[in-house]
């Protein structure tokens, strides 16, 4: 008897520990937010998986759980699962359930963050702060609105008492018989408009004749446009393209489109005609243009056609604007966000369409942890909502063609331009900044930045400046290498040539767009607005005059330097020179007269120059293709860049030799290139190192990816190196 209690106990002992075993080491665990307010994104709270919830808990799912020492029932979102417990497995406790047909906004987000870390690299705190864009909660913009506290009978009383007094105050009486006639003033008006002093406001109030409301109001970044009753006739081409995709739609084939679209050829009238479609179906809509080419111009075009249903983001907007634009998309109160990437994570509850126009651009790449591109994470938050992805471009990246080409996307073809109604000039210099360079004509010395490994750059005004840290000296006289006074600098910038553009034709009226002229908030509207009317003969400008611009009058387009992006490190060169050129050359001709473009090269064999002069995308797109899937750069392949940065020189070189060590073991086959230094080595006295990882799966390398974290978490060495990662980097890191 005594010999089976032992065993028994034994057993019982057993499967005690075994149970404790199977809890801490196979079970799963979430990491949760309580609150999805901005302030608080850094706090999660961890909580066991059970085993009957394992299928349906994933990355977004709301769920109530028991918090604090009495258990109350709240609710929370999944942001992270793990198989490794963060604290003492004892003292944490299990998910309560799911909320069941949980549809919440902040569900898809956090989904959307989900996907940015795993497939772009960065932290779930990281990828949250990049979806939820609001960092924190701007002050409510509120209104004073004045009303009657008593009945319309009682109010005319009060008015005839008032006319009895010959001494009355006149303010009362005009408050009294505006009020007479309309429900609510808005306190601006009686103050300002109506000349009401507030002290007689403030007496009605206190003697309970009228009440003073504060209201919510909403910041609006533009200006009120009602709906143009004109409707746009679509030619043939386009109302093909745009019944095609609503077909779709209508039958739920929810697909990602490419819109190939000669420049000129009237992509736009062809989005905004499915964009009615989905309005109508009380879904909501994105449409996301480059930040370079979200312009006066273009915005009007969707105001004009959709009024108050329209608003926008853009870079220069103030906190509180944008913070008001985002809760304006979650009430309901619009239908349409237009904006530069940030926009694609606007919380519209019930989103139908995502537009990405001019899809090739390099701006749709995030330069900051997540690197994520708008393109796929498009993509992906359709899949999340069940919505229609369209892509558009005269010169498609060649990532989006291939896959069109493939049948990945449905490709729609518009070969014919849409006529305009507008004769002027535009000056495009392929060149970033304003003078280049400045060098010894003897011994070929370039004066660099002490800071970053770059050239300084000569400004008017006796200055150089560095275009990256902004450091600034004065300009030098001599070289402080050989002591040579024949220095100066490469003279190609667009004050320059505004300068000989006058000499030659001193009665032309001439505009200069870059970043000096642009600098104020409405700087791009002002120039862009007086060129469309007019009110200039002559734009000189570099790649911000011809992104997305519509000037009908433009008869003849001069490009100057046409080759000199061709010379860039970057295997994106051909493809950036030819997309530039071919925006520019249709900036000619879109009226009724015909266009001509004028392009100045040093290599104009070069298939690049010659299919954009040529307007051949097809031609240029095979012989790009080709020169990819020889050298096995994406699209043809993947590759990960992974760069590695220390205020120590010695650290970051050491710590990038260790990752290509770590590549090497995770995956022996996998090609690597590097390490070596950054394109720019040193940057803000900080000294970089890249390492590129090429594979043709993109799973390999986000294997790779998920093998270094693991191995930095663990890592004690070189712990003041930063390291982060590019997936498919569309310019050299």
Known sequence: MKLVFKINLFYHIEFKIKAFYDKIFFMKYADIIIDISHERLDKTFEYIVPADLEDVITEGVQVVIPFGAANRAITGYVVDLHDTPKFDVTKLKPIARVVKDSIAIESQLISLAAFLKRNYGSTMNQALKTVIPIKKRENEKLKKEISLAVSIDQARIELNELLTNKRHAIGKERLLRELLTVDVLDWELATKKLQIPTANIRDLESKGIIKIDSVRTFRNPHMNADANAKQITLNEEQEAAAEQIKADIDTGRHKTYLIHGVTGSGKTEVYMDVMDHVIKMGKQVIVLIPEIALTYQTVMRFYTRFGDLVSILNSRMSPGERFDQFERAKSGEISIMVGPRSALFTPFPNLGLIIIDEEHEPSYKSEVVP???????????????????????????????????????????????????????????????????????????????????????????????????????????????????????????????????????????????????????????????????????????????????????????????????????????????????????????????????????????????????????????????????????????????????????????????????????????????????????????????????????????????????????????????????????????
């Open 371 to 733: 690197r994520y591109h708008a393109r796929e994470t498009a993509v992906y938050r359709a899949g999340l909502t069940g919505a229609t992805v369209i892509l558009g471009s005269a010169t498609p990246s060649l990532e989006a063609y291939s896959r069109a080409v493939s049948g990945e996307y449905k490709l729609i073809t518009l070969n014919k331009r849409a006529k305009g109604q507008d004769m002027a000039t535009c000056v495009f210099l392929n060149r970033r900044g304003l003078m280049g360079f400045v060098s010894c004509r003897a011994c070929g010395h370039v004066l660099k930045c002490p800071h970053c490994d770059v050239a300084l750059h000569l400004h008017y005004g006796g200055v150089m400046k560095c275009h990256y840290c902004g450091y600034t000296t004065k300009a030098a006289k001599t070289c402080p290498s050989c002591g040579s006074k024949y220095i100066g600098s490469f003279k190609a910038g667009t004050q320059r040539l505004e300068e000989i553009v006058k000499e030659a034709f001193p009665t032309a009226r001439v505009l200069r767009m870059d970043a000096d002229t642009t600098s104020g908030k409405n700087g791009h509207e002002e120039i862009l607005s007086a060129f469309a009317a007019h009110e200039a003969d002559v734009l000189i400008g570099t790649q911000m005059i011809v992104k997305g611009h519509d000037f009908g009058k433009v008869t003849l387009v001069g490009i100057i330097a046409a080759d000199i992006s061709l010379n860039e490190s970057d295997f994106h060169s051909g493809e950036r020179t030819f997309q530039l050129l071919t925006q520019a050359v249709g900036r000619a001709g879109r009226g009724d007269e015909p266009g001509i473009a004028v392009i100045q090269t040093y290599q104009p064999e070069n298939y690049a120059v010659v299919s954009s002069a040529n307007q051949d995308y097809d031609s240029f797109f095979k012989q790009e293709f080709a020169y990819r899937r020889l050298l096995q750069y994406p699209p043809c392949s993947h590759i990960l860049g992974i760069q590695v940065s220390s205020e120590k020189q010695a650290d970051a070189i050491a710590q990038a030799d260790i990752l290509a060590g770590v590549i090497r073991s995770v995956d022996p086959e996998i090609i690597i290139m590097g390490p070596e230094d950054a394109y720019i080595g040193k940057l803000k006295d900080i000294y970089r190192r890249v390492i590129y990882v090429k594979a043709d799966e993109y799973d390999r390398l986000v294997k790779v990816k998920d093998e270094i974290d693991k191995f930095l978490l663990e890592q004690k060495q070189y712990r003041s190196t930063s390291t982060w990662f590019d997936f498919d980097p569309i310019s050299t890191i």
